[in-house]
């Protein structure tokens, strides 16, 4: 074992879902070696599973594709699948893991994912992936879009289905001879500094919920089988069908709750995102098939993230899915029809009998046996629900040091958190492993280029049989022929796989014996392989742009019956790329300088755990509160439920901040201007001493929110009415005696908010009247206390606290928002409110009337976004570049946000967010360049007429307008930053004078395309 | 700040005129461009006045030769005015020139926009060989005096005005609603337009300007309507290839109009240089091709990238030598599409050009499910 002095540059990442791979992006891009080990046979986890997303309705497997692809490109990430950790040894900075590697029976090196294995595979078996659905073969691969793209073999089986027989089909079938029926299993010693567990949780399984019938009724279907029978790639290619009897269900209810919430199966949380999964389900269902009538059955509706009231009100007002609030209890089935039917009692108790056509629940997730083993093994702390144990105070840290954990392996919970906490767990890492970063990483190999200018086009084409996927529809040879015929052609030929290794030596031998200065590889599609073979084009010395790729499998022989016809669209398609080859140039790989620093404004709990983190991740940073005393709303909190001493935490940063050289603190100050882009930021600050001048390399932006000051329920008019905080005052210091026997303290919950100006929950104010209430209750016991509240956000664990004071006496009562509480002032506060299940009006006497008036956005926010740039939502808070997968970060580089300006949040939340900040921040701060987008979009200046549409339309704020002097006169044109560009094109597209080309796809270069298009058949063309 | 200037024997052009020299004789305003008679009284063209000796202006002579939105944009495309400079333009011409600043192409720093209620303009040919003893100024009062109908020597643009009083002026010259014999209203909307109008004696007016807006206002409407619903429906593309039939590709449509501000035109690149070859091959593919091959898609891109500023002033039809009725099918393209996006060009100075707003929930018909 080695000392402090001698820490390890790699991590191991344990669970390929979407936390797994987040940690495992930012730390390779921090410059970590990182081994990425999943269980089963592809990463991507639950998340790969699903349809879309909410509240954007995202398709799921399109915004996560990118991200599995990147893992799979990346230098310095290892994935090891099919493979599972046994023991963990060791200290932090330098651990030792095992890792157990089952056998695959396929070379994920060798093979091309040409699909001829499973083609002749005689075994057929329930598919895991479509929650048994559909069928798939003993070899198999794991989903469509499966990274690593190879399959696998089962060889286990399972107690009802046999798996591969051994009967060596495949064998004979792989051209690549890529399989092994050898493989044994192997442990793998990985050394590494730090572990990050993100093992996630398992879906419940309904099925010991005797009740509802799950197993036993066909059309009870879980949430996870209606995601996969939405997804187009799922076992009915997106058609909604029920498993019973293949017919389309009219109506169909959800039920929530399953396997949450509920004692009877040990599971006493909430699972906090199938309310908002099931609007989801429910609004996707009906865009399917808009006679779909859903009927969602709930408790409360947890809407508690940002946007998603105004997601289930359009659920409720657009779409019209029926909401009712009733627990159901038991399913029954019509044995002829298999129809369902449930028995409610509604809102005002009148019972009710409806028959459904499917019902689906809505299961939570949660841990197993089998998981809760390995935790025990690997030495994780459980809590009292069998989730990883967690402080508050630093959510993502283990009590070992040196592991750090992510996503739902500790709570429930959805995408973004799951990613915050994942970026979180990274910048934590990274402060641990400083001094070894980049140690490991590989470093981008630099090869020398050949200057192919003044050369006349000389262009080589590579085409692909893929096994029989190209080769068995298109004649190649002839279209071998036809490429050689078509000018500046002077080599083409035709192999068996194009992607295998020994043709990269080929295609590099080639450019080399035929001086090659343009190369077409006419394949698959150029998503998975086009690096490959650019890698191979700088290996022989050109510039890896002078490559083009042609789709003949996608585009040709998977869509053709007819071979004829596709062997002519591959020769129309090649000449097309040829023609556009011909007009390829190099691209210069540009890079942008970055000032390693970095500048956060905003001095809360937020500000200083972001500064905190950078500084211990080596960054200088600036810190800048506009108040003269750090800790924002630390300030006002006095104590809380889940065990945060808030004076002792705000006093501890403050003291770590004062003991780090490496962050400068500028208080009572306020930052007046910002002028630059990613990597090189000049601020202008105004302090107390006079205006100081930064220069940094990013900006993060964690300015908090503020508690609502209400106007409503006689607040301001009437003293005994007050806000949440100033109760929270009141009983930090009450003592026990000052609060009377029966003295009556009444909490209306959602003043001013969900409704309205402000239509969105502020997520805390439910915690914050029970920790209140429960105060009271310490305080005296015989002290009455009601919460009058709409739906009751104690999402995850924080439901515990929910029945903890319904356990003390603390009486809820559920108003909806039609029919608000009234109130009137005499002796006692008279508060009346609609008892929906008494079906009366009840009228309180209070001593104390609360309101939860939840959180609202500075509106001097809006000065920041304009100088920075970044967008805010229609409520004035922050709004990031993706509700899901980029929680932190802004469309435009280099920009960041953290804490309560992007949504009101608990503390640990906003204290995994900062961290998770600081983490995407150090992604660019860790390098001191910047690699530009090659395929940027470029100005010609003489063209530009300085219109400045392209400015506003850019969505990466990109382009500026400049003035100025060119030959005597002054010009206005656009300018398009190398280090923002993202090329996507929007700018090109909009441009109506022509003015700006993207390299890559210059106007001379799609015209080419354009024109070559029909020169292959006699009477074809334009 | 409004009111009424006298004239003498109802000579508002003079009275005019003479209102435009006090300006510039006060040093309020360097410069002023307005409509100016040529020496044989056949045309009128913009000019940049600064002697008030040389102002001979009248602004009732019913013809506009070039844009003077253009105009003011290739003064100003580069760098603003340090000295006020008035421009005295028509009401086509104020929303042409808000369109072109919307897009970045005139500054109108230190430029006072001076506008008038517009009767209508008549074609350049029209104008300059009206029958013996016609005088364009006396057809023009005669309508504004007594109703007469002048739709014969109008424009189609103008016959189907889509707004013939302006907005966005700082000083509207008010000629409907007004006893023109004796005199004309003045009204400044602006600052600068009050600034100008500062120490002009102004009578009181008391007129009732609204309702004669309203009767104007209603009268081109209807017959714009008309106009509109009297087109059948120019549809697919053999229809818009014999529309354009006539067309010489002179790309006279685009310099005389407004909103096309290319500094050049892709049309005018190489962009769609081609070979020989190429062009032997595109023919075989109908066995025949006409040359030049290029006019349809100039109208068809010209016509998506103006259609939403276009403000109807039928610039490019007067310019047309092959009379193309150009407004037949712009007029109605514009009035479906700006209303498909709820635009009307020239009318808000501070509202964005559909072009450059995102509006995520907009025709989710369309778009990806």
């Not at chain 1, 940690?23 to 921090?30: F, I, N, R, T």
């Not at chain 1, 981008?444 to 200018?453: A, G, L, Q, T």
């Not at chain 1, 007050?722 to 209306?748: C, H, M, N, R, W």
Request: with cysteine; net charge negative.
């Amino acid at each position: 074992m080695t000392g402090n002095g001698n820490k390890i540059g790699a991590v191991a990442v344990v669970g390929g879902g979407i936390a797994g791979v987040q940690s495992a992006l930012d730390l390779a891009d921090m410059g970590f070696k990182v081994y990425l080990i999943e269980k089963t046979p592809a990463i991507g986890g639950i998340m790969a599973m699903l349809d879309k997303t909410f509240p954007t309705n995202d398709c799921s497997m399109c915004i996560l594709s990118p991200k599995l692809v990147d893992c799979s490109r990346h230098q310095n990430i290892e994935i090891m699948t099919y493979s599972e950790v046994k023991s963990i040894e060791g200290e932090a900075g330098n651990f030792s893991v095992t890792v157990h590697k089952k056998p695959r029976y396929v070379d994920i090196e060798k093979c091309t994912s040409c699909n001829d294995c499973v083609d002749v595979c005689p075994i057929s078996m329930p598919n895991e992936f479509e929650k048994g659905l559909s069928e798939r073969k003993a070899i198999y691969k794991y989903y469509p879009q499966a990274i690593p793209n190879a399959y696998v073999i089962d060889k286990e089986g399972d107690d009802e289905h046999r798996a591969c027989i051994n009967c060596m089909m495949c064998v004979k079938a792989c051209k690549v001879g890529a399989i092994d029926h050898d493989q044994v299993p192997e442990d793998i010693e990985l050394n590494v500094g730090a572990v990050i567990l993100s093992m996630g949780a398992q879906p419940f399984d309904p099925s010991v919920k005797k009740e509802l019938g799950y197993g036993r009724y066909p059309n009870v279907i879980t949430s996870m089988e209606f995601e996969r029978i939405l997804s187009a790639s799922g076992p009915y290619q997106g058609k909604i069908l029920r498993p019973g009897d293949m017919k389309e269900p009219r109506k169909i209810a959800w039920i929530q709750c399953v396997g949450s919430r509920d004692w009877q199966v040990d599971r006493e949380y909430c699972s906090s995102m199938c309310c908002m999964y099931t609007a989801k389900e429910a609004v996707i269902a009906k865009e399917h098939n808009p006679e779909i009538e859903p009927t969602i059955f709930y408790i409360d509706i947890r809407s508690f993230g940002k946007d998603f009231d105004k997601y289930v009100d359009r659920a409720k007002n657009v779409h019209g899915i029926k909401y009712v609030r009733s627990k159901i209890s038991e399913i029954l089935e019509d044995k002829g029809s298999k129809d369902l039917i449930l028995r409610y009692e509604d809102e005002a108790g009148e019972l009710h009998e409806e028959r459904f056509d499917m019902v689906v629940l809505s299961i939570g997730l949660g841990m197993t046996e089998g998981k809760k083993e390995t935790m025990q093994k690997l030495g994780v702390e459980v809590n009292d629900f069998g989730f990883a144990y967690s402080n508050q105070e630093n959510p993502v840290a283990l009590v070992k040091p040196g592991i750090f954990m992510a996503g739902s392996f500790l709570e429930p919970q959805a995408i973004p958190e799951s990613v915050m906490q994942a970026s979180a767990a990274a910048a934590q890492v990274g402060a641990l492993l400083r001094e070894a970063r980049g140690t490991l990483a590989t470093p981008r190999p630099v090869y020398k280029e050949r200057d192919i200018s003044g050369e006349e086009p000389r262009i080589g084409v590579f085409l692909c049989h893929c096994g029989t996927n190209i080769g068995g529809k298109v004649d190649i040879p002839s279209v071998v022929e036809h490429t050689k015929s078509l000018d500046n052609v002077v080599f083409a030929d035709e192999n068996i796989y194009t992607c295998s290794e020994d043709t990269q030596k080929r295609i590099v031998d080639a450019i080399k014996e035929h001086g090659l200065n343009r190369v077409i590889v006419a394949a698959c599609t150029p998503r998975t392989h086009e690096p490959l073979f650019k890698k191979s084009l700088a290996e022989a010395g050109l510039n890896p742009h002078l490559l083009e790729m042609t789709n003949i499998r996608e585009h040709c022989s998977w869509v053709h019956e007819d071979g004829e016809q596709a062997t002519w669209k591959a020769k129309e398609l090649i000449a097309m790329t040829v023609a556009k080859s011909r007009h390829l140039e190099p691209i210069p790989t540009s890079t942008v300088e970055v000032t390693q620093k970095a500048m956060v404004i905003g001095g809360g709990v937020g500000g200083m755990t972001t500064a905190l983190s950078l500084a211990g991740q080596g960054f200088d940073t600036m810190l800048v509160e506009r108040k003269e005393a750090l800790g924002g709303r630390l300030n006002d909190i006095r104590f809380t439920v889940e065990g945060i001493d808030v004076p002792k935490l705000l006093s501890n940063l403050k003291s770590k901040l004062e003991g780090e050289e490496k962050v400068t603190v500028l208080t009572g100050s306020k930052v007046t201007s910002i002028s630059g882009y990613v990597g090189n930021y000049e601020a202008k600050i105004d302090t107390p001493d006079g205006e100081v001048e930064y220069t940094h390399g990013v900006v993060v932006i964690t300015v908090g929110a503020d508690e609502h000051i209400p106007s409503s329920y006689g607040y301001g008019t009437d003293e005994r009415v007050v806000t949440q905080s100033q109760i929270e005052d009141y009983l930090a210091e009450a003592k026990p005696e000052e609060i009377a026997l029966g003295e009556t303290f009444v909490f209306i919950q959602c003043v001013e908010s969900r409704e309205g100006e402000r239509n969105y929950c502020s997520r805390v104010c439910c915690m914050g009247a029970i920790k209140n209430a429960l105060r009271i209750k310490e305080l005296n016991p015989r002290a009455e206390v009601f919460v009058l509240y709409r739906d009751l956000m104690t999402y995850g664990f924080w439901e515990r606290f929910y029945k903890q004071a319904r356990g003390l006496g603390i009486v809820f009562m559920q108003y909806d928002v039609g029919r608000k509480p009234e109130v009137e002032f005499g002796e006692k506060v008279s508060v009346k409110v609609w008892e929906p299940l008494l079906q009366e009006e009840v009228e309180l006497e209070a001593d104390h009337l609360v309101l939860s008036s939840g959180m609202a956005a500075d509106p001097n926010h809006d000065e920041l976004a304009k100088m920075l740039k970044v967008p805010l939502n229609e409520d004035g808070f922050f709004l990031e570049a993706h509700v899901k997968l980029r929680p932190v970060d802004f469309s435009t580089r280099g920009v960041f946000l953290a804490g309560c300006c992007h949504g009101p949040k608990f503390i640990g939340e906003t204290i995994y967010q900062a961290q998770a900040a600081a983490a995407r921040a150090a992604t660019l701060l860790a390098n001191p360049s910047l690699e530009a987008e090659p395929n940027i979009a470029v100005v010609d200046v003489d063209m530009c007429s300085g219109c400045k549409t392209c400015i506003s339309l850019c969505p990466y704020n990109a382009i500026v307008s400049v003035t100025e002097e060119i030959d005597g006169v002054e010009v206005t044109h656009a300018d398009i930053n190398e280090g923002l560009c993202q090329g996507c094109g929007t700018c090109v597209a909009a441009c109506p004078s022509g003015a700006i080309d993207q390299r890559g796809f210059k106007d001379d270069q799609i015209l080419a395309m354009i024109r070559a298009l029909g020169a292959c058949v006699p009477g074809g063309g334009e | 700040m409004e009111g009424l200037i006298l004239v003498k024997d109802g000579d508002i052009a003079s009275g005019c005129n003479e209102l435009f020299k006090t300006f510039l004789t006060s040093g309020k305003l360097e410069a002023i461009l307005v409509s100016q008679e040529t020496p044989n009284g056949k045309m009128a063209f913009p000019a940049l006045i600064s002697d008030p000796e040389k102002l001979r202006s009248n602004i009732l002579s019913p013809i506009l030769p070039v844009s003077e939105a253009s105009e003011i944009s290739r003064m100003t495309i580069n760098k603003g005015s340090d000295k006020p400079v008035g421009v005295v333009i028509r009401p086509c011409q104020v929303r042409a020139l808000t369109e072109i600043v919307k897009l970045n192409q005139a500054n109108l720093e230190n430029i006072v926009v001076i506008s008038m209620d517009c009767p209508g303009t008549m074609d350049v040919n029209t104008f300059s060989n009206l029958p013996e003893g016609k005088v364009p100024t006396d057809i023009i009062m005669d309508h504004l005096l007594k109703g007469t109908d002048i739709d014969q020597y109008l424009r189609s643009s103008c016959r189907t005005c889509k707004d013939p009083v302006p907005m966005n002026a700082d000083i509207t010259i008010g000629l409907f609603g007004v006893d023109l014999g004796s005199g004309f209203l003045v009204q400044a909307h602006t600052e600068s337009g009050e600034r100008l109008l500062e120490g002009v004696k102004l009578e009181a007016y008391k007129g009732e300007r609204e309702k004669a807006i309203a009767k104007v206002r209603g009268g081109k409407d209807a017959k714009r309507e008309a106009f509109i619903s009297s087109k059948k429906e120019i549809k697919g593309i053999e229809a818009i290839a014999d529309f354009y039939d006539k067309c010489v590709n002179c790309h006279n449509c685009m310099n005389a109009c407004p909103i096309c501000y290319c500094k050049e035109c892709i049309f005018h690149s190489s962009v769609f240089d081609s070979d020989a070859n190429k062009y032997v091959h595109r023919a075989k593919n109908k066995g025949i091709m006409k040359m030049p091959d290029g006019a349809l898609l100039f109208h068809i891109t010209r016509m998506n990238h103006m259609i939403l500023s276009c403000v109807e002033c039928g610039l490019c039809e007067q310019a047309c030598p092959s009379n193309i009725p150009l407004m037949d099918l712009l007029i109605p393209v514009a009035e479906n599409a700006q209303r498909e996006l709820d635009y009307y060009p020239g009318k808000d100075p501070d509202e964005k050009l559909p072009m450059v707003v995102f509006r995520e929930d907009e025709y989710r018909s369309v778009g990806e499910k």
